[in-house]
């Protein structure tokens, strides 16, 4: 059994790894900055905490740290365009995490991003083809703000020694059942939100994927089969 603190338990990908997580027999305390979720999370099994990104204190999210004692945190937590806006939720928000989890001595994180999440002046990922390359474009000038705070969250989080890391980006989100997956160097596409939940669930519970970023891809693998892969490989989406 694996305890897990997940932040922004509200999230739909939250809510789809809290599901799998719980009925796999884990122990899952789920995140959220008000009462909102708390009916639909309880009737999965999680157990609540109320604690807001952008009013709780780094005290506040290491006494929580150090009352339940996790195994794993999972931040996936995501401002979705609304107020206070991602530089606060994504970004700022990701960076009490970090700090929170050092204060409190809590080492294992799985990061949820999102694809093409870069250093774009480094040019284009050797495996970028002309239609990603065209996705790219069309996608940060969309969505700067919050593209930039989660590269920026990466950025830090790579700055932490202590914080055993694995970053999850998933492609363009979608409400479709989980089918098969692709892991590692990824071209732009979509991503059901199960399969991303899963995706979590599974990289948590397996060893060896500690310091990877990687890319999350509906496909064709299994994900123990594009974990492996990603593994013996050495893959790392990296491109800060």
Do not use: C
Not at 12 to 17: L, S, T
Not at 100 to 126: C, F, H, Q, Y
Not at 138 to 155: C, G, H, M, N, Q
């Amino acid at each position: 059994m694996v305890k897990f603190i997940i932040i922004g338990g509200g999230g739909k990908v939250a809510q789809y790894f809290t599901k799998q997580a719980v009925e796999e027999g884990h122990e899952v305390h789920s995140v959220i900055r008000n009462d909102g979720h708390s009916d639909e999370l309880k009737k999965i099994g999680a157990k609540i905490h109320i604690l807001s990104l952008e009013d709780a204190s780094v005290p506040d999210f290491t006494s929580l740290f150090t009352e339940v004692n996790p195994d794993v945190v999972v931040f996936a937590a995501g401002a979705g365009g609304k107020e206070p806006g991602p530089d606060v939720i994504d970004y700022q928000g990701a960076v009490k995490i970090f700090d929170a989890m050092e204060s409190s001595n809590k080492k294992r994180l799985i990061l949820v991003g999102a694809v093409d999440v870069r250093t774009r002046d480094k040019g284009w990922p050797d495996w970028y083809n002309d239609e990603d390359k065209s996705t790219s474009d069309r996608v940060w000038k969309a969505i700067p703000t919050y593209l930039d705070a989660k590269l920026k969250a990466e950025i830090e989080l790579h700055k932490r020694k202590q914080i055993q890391f694995t970053v999850v980006r998933p492609g363009g989100l979608t409400l479709d059942s989980a089918g098969q997956v692709q892991l590692g160097k990824t071209h732009l596409k979509q991503t059901s939100r199960e399969l991303v939940g899963k995706v979590i669930l599974a990289i948590a519970t397996r060893k060896g994927l500690e310091g990877l970023t990687i890319d999350v891809m509906d496909g064709e693998g299994s994900i123990e089969d594009e974990l492996t892969n990603v593994v013996d490989n050495e893959i790392d989406a990296w491109t800060g």
